[in-house]
């Protein structure tokens, strides 16, 4: 390789004057080119080795984040109907299990999106498996309603990293060629909601005491003992064993490299080679980058007189503080470069509502199985066609993820008006399952319902890290997801007082739709050039 042939495509600095006197601003910008001259060495090099072995493997542990997710978000709706019929609990309060979880959603986003820049990628991609699985798997244990709701917070807490982190990793493993599949990447929610639906069916309906019945707790025999009522248990156990086996594969079987991006923030550009050279030799490749691209860079940075290095004291305790309020204070000054101009600050805003309305909207619609229930119930529909119900429903998210992957790729479409659609006919769905009167017409605005809720949020999902620049993509998209994690946590506490008053759910649908709706309105102000295909990241 000829000398200062990659260093040479990249500018560098030369108009400082070498006498002026420095400020931190200055040496906050100079840090920050130089770590991104040396990203787009990193990218150059990913995407001449192109997708291999180790990006094939990064997108299904990272998937299995994503399938996690909503996993444990469907189970929490799921076993509803045979835990208050066990437990007596009222339907004012039946809601407070989705709120804890919800509130454990959404300090684990902001914990984990902290964490991730702390501990690096590697730790907290495996960390939060292993937190989860422990909490959830002991969800299954308690009779207490109270301590359900404490599990359900730190289940919560666990989960409330994964699409953040999976998202942060796959980008920044990917070949720019291949970064549509971010959108693809949530093929693997409804892949775990339909897993989840199965298992449910398999285990509910028959280790299930009968829906007639009251809590023993509530009236005397016959009621429903929780030796007959043991379904939602087991259910809990088999998505707590697979929790930690995901845990097992990412950390014991596959050999996880640090990001190279991350590491080169970190000013440890051996490592970050080192890792570029693992995933080429994992790819049965050979990687063409060296230390000296990245010494060149620093030595036409004036030998780092424009560096502002950063220097991290030893000690577990002393380095977990100092980069915590490193990372605080550069929260703090990201958030304010979000809105350094009017079109940045309306795109931030525009983002953020986006995600509240949007988490509100399926935060929302996640009572359709319980509402299911009761009209099933009511018209005396079997437990067992109940769950069958949602195995059906839930597999329509399937193709919904497949035809946002395809869509976005349309030059006339892109990523904002394919957004518009699916969010557009996902509150549409919502509205006419008010008008329904009958099961499989419910079934079948149910499924409309989350296809058109799958394809939204894959999109969006693929869509906020590219964005936002660099400097300010994980602030921006780890405020917008803690925004959105309020609001699901505020949902579910309305919705169960509004269910108590009418079980048929029409005005907790309406407030689905209606989210939704605005939603919709805050995609269609977005700028008409805000679109990402083909664009590089760093």
């Known amino acids: 390789m000829a000398p200062h042939s990659r260093a040479d495509k990249i500018p560098i600095i030369t108009d400082v004057d070498e006498n002026a006197p420095l400020t931190a601003a200055d040496r906050r910008e100079a840090t920050t080119l130089l770590v991104q001259r040396k990203m787009h060495l990193v990218n150059e090099e990913l995407d001449r080795l192109g997708f291999g072995r180790y990006q094939l493997c990064i997108f299904f542990l990272c998937g299995m984040g994503y399938f996690l997710d909503l996993m444990w978000a469907l189970l929490f709706g799921l076993v509803l109907p045979p835990l208050q019929r066990e437990l007596g609990i009222p339907d004012a309060q039946i809601g407070d299990l989705g709120t804890c979880f919800s509130a454990g959603l959404t300090l684990g986003a902001f914990f984990w999106g902290v964490a991730v820049d702390i501990i690096g990628r590697r730790w907290a991609f495996n960390l939060t498996c292993l937190f989860a699985s422990a909490s959830g798997t002991a969800f299954g244990f308690p009779s207490n309603y109270y301590a359900l709701l404490a599990l359900a917070f730190l289940t919560g807490i666990g989960v409330g990293g994964n699409i953040s982190i999976d998202a942060t990793i796959t980008l920044e493993f990917l070949p720019k060629k291949n970064r549509y ?238 957004m518009l659609i699916a969010s557009m006919f996902m509150s549409a769905s919502c509205f006419l399952f008010v008008f329904v009167d009958g099961p499989i017409e419910r079934v079948g605005f149910n499924a409309m319902e989350y296809f058109f809720q799958s394809m939204f949020n894959a999109i969006l999902y693929g869509w906020t890290p590219e964005v936002f620049p660099a400097q300010l993509r994980g602030s921006a998209s780890g405020f917008a997801s803690t925004l959105g994690r309020i609001t699901g946590f505020v949902a579910p506490q309305i919705a169960g007082h509004l269910l108590a008053n009418d079980p048929t759910g029409k005005m907790v649908l309406y407030l689905a739709g209606g989210g939704v709706a605005i939603s919709s309105l805050a995609i269609l102000s977005l700028p008409n050039d805000l679109e990402t295909r083909g664009k590089e990241v760093y």
């Open 181 to 418: 599949l971010l959108v693809a990447l949530s093929i693997f929610q409804p892949l775990g909601v339909v897993v989840c639906s199965g298992m449910a069916f398999g285990l509910i309906p028959p280790f299930s005491c009968d829906q007639t019945l009251k809590s023993c707790l509530l009236t005397s025999a016959p009621c429903c003992e929780p030796s007959t009522n043991r379904g939602w248990r087991y259910l809990t156990f088999a998505v707590g064993g697979l929790t930690f086996l995901t845990f097992v594969v990412r950390f014991l079987i596959f050999s996880f490299q640090e990001s190279p991006k991350f590491l080169l923030t970190r000013g440890k550009d051996d490592r970050a080679l080192a890792a570029v050279e693992y995933i080429a030799k994992f790819n049965r490749q050979t990687c063409n980058l060296r230390i000296t691209d990245f010494t060149e860079l620093d030595e036409a940075a004036s030998h780092h007189r424009y560096i502002d290095k950063e220097v991290v004291p030893n000690g577990i305790c002393s380095r977990f503080t100092h980069v915590f309020g490193h990372a605080l204070k550069s929260h703090g000054h990201h958030l304010k470069g979000l809105f350094k101009t009017w079109r940045s600050a309306r795109i931030t805003l525009t983002v953020w509502l986006i995600y509240i309305t949007d988490f509100w909207g399926f935060t929302m619609a996640g009572f359709l199985p319980l509402i299911l229930s009761n009209l099933g119930i009511k018209n005396d529909v079997s437990i067992y066609h109940t769950y069958l119900n949602y195995i059906i429903i839930n597999t329509c998210g399937i193709p919904g993820v497949l035809i946002a992957t395809g869509i976005i790729e349309i030059k006339f479409l892109g990523r904002k008006w394919s």
